[in-house]
């Protein structure tokens, strides 16, 4: 087990460095993210399906293909998160995977067309959403989603853990290697 009062804690990444590096490490599920990386991430990830729903619409091709790369970038910097605080990552892949036969489901029953149409046939609209195939994966998706946003929640382990070395806590005796040089 690290000793705590080996390590030091490097500072905050910003919001531009933080968005740089996922950035960088696109398909990358090996490795640690810190809090920040991920956090600044999400709002960024936020901001811009925002904006490209506003302008696209959120059923053009242009948002659909913009949402499926976010969606990966997303995938990978939220497997590198949860390996930073020594969590298994299956929970992110299992969430994707159940959201993805969500979307599917919702798109081939047109539920979406059910709901936007001017007098609504709220049976269809139900019977769609109490199907078994909804119900569980819709479940499992949010389940999912929930233990990621709470394992995210959770401090770097100080020290190299069993996915890398951590991108927040460096060793004290290389902090003072390096101011000496």
């Excluded at 933080?18 to 991430?41: D, Q």
Aim: glycine residues 6%; aromatic residues 12%.
């Amino acid at each position: 087990m690290n000793n705590s009062m080996n390590y030091v804690a490097t500072p905050r990444l910003g919001f531009s460095e933080a968005v740089k590096r996922v950035l960088n490490n696109l398909t990358n599920v090996n490795g640690r993210a810190r809090r920040s990386e991920y956090w600044w991430f999400v709002l960024a990830t936020t901001i811009v399906n925002g904006i490209f729903c506003s302008i696209f619409g959120s059923t053009s091709i242009i948002y659909a293909v913009v949402s499926i790369l976010v969606s990966l970038c997303t995938v990978a910097v939220g497997v590198r998160r949860l390996h930073d605080s020594g969590h298994n990552a299956i929970w992110v892949y299992i969430g994707f995977v159940s959201s993805i036969i969500v979307l599917v489901y919702i798109h081939a029953t047109g539920f979406f067309e059910l709901t936007n149409t001017l007098n609504p046939n709220p049976e269809k609209i139900f019977e769609t959403l109490s199907s078994p195939v909804y119900a569980v994966s819709a479940s499992v998706s949010f389940i999912c989603g929930l233990v990621v946003f709470i394992f995210s929640l959770f401090d770097s382990n100080m020290g190299p853990n069993k996915y890398g070395d951590s991108p927040k806590y460096i060793p004290a005796d290389s902090q003072d290697q390096t101011a000496s040089l």
